[in-house]
């Protein structure tokens, strides 16, 4: 039996909740799944997994291995990484979830230069704000917007977006220029972007010098995805806070205009996020390293 690959097998089990989606992700057959974490758990002389119709549980041995187990994988996944990253190109398939405003106007557009630097790497990209399952999906990392709270996710900060406060035309001519934030919470509407992880309505912080404002908005619509959020204030949905890479046409067609131009908006962070159990290999390092460098050029950039 070959040990290590019986540990790799056991612990995506785990990491999947039960033996055909650990197949699955491994992309080999349930019965060899089966297979490898029966001649572990005989070869260890005690069981590992309670097996149900649905899924599995850890056992008190099986939770004590799967601890140890990952993280034997993740030390040896990393010393085979800092000896070789250096001499072999990057390679395989990279699974990344992002935003659609990223995907459309920073990503994609260059994906042609990261494909001349890393030819060898094939790019999957889940685009949309949604919850994602990291372990299930076989997920390798995302680009997120604002401080992540699963407490499971590694996150390092790679960004900051500037953001201004806008509208459309048929908006203003329907509800008049808002004066201050608080009217954001009074005469007039906002677009609500609803956090698909806490499934609460964003509030939006301004800043003038003198005093600081946090509004919790009134809307009509809200929606938990970036381009939506864009297209709802371009139908004339209400105001809302964007970044500028990703107005910049329609500011300059006439499509949107600046409002509370005196006030300031909040930066809001750009993090990675892994899940602990997943090794950062050197794919994943030199995509983020790539776009990092593509997101601190687009939130430099100005109206």
Known sequence: MDQLAAMRVFARVV???????AANALNIPKTTVTNMVQGLEAHLRTTLLNRTTRRVMLTTDGALYYERAVQIISELDELDGSL??????????????????????????NLCDFHEKYPQIQLDLGVGDRLVDYIAENVDCALR????????????KVSELELVTCASPSYIEKFGMPGQPEDLEGDHYCVGYL????????TMDFDNG??????????IVSTNDSRTYQTAVLAGMGVAQLAPFTIRDEIAKGNLVLVLTEWKCEPMPVYVVYPQTKHVTNKVRVFVDWAAKLLHKSALGTL
Not at 210 to 219: G, H, K, Q, T
């Open 145 to 156: 917007v604002g401080t992540p709270r699963d407490q499971s996710l590694i996150a390092r």
């Open 210 to 219: 003198v005093r600081s404002v946090e509004i919790a908005p009134r809307y």
């Open 195 to 202: 956090n698909a992880s806490s499934g609460q309505i964003m």
């Open 84 to 109: 070789s990253s250096a001499n072999v190109q990057p390679s395989g398939r990279l699974r990344v979830e992002m935003a659609g405003a990223f995907a459309d106007t920073i990503i994609i557009p």
């Open 15 to 21: 990491e999947t909740g039960n033996f055909t989606r």
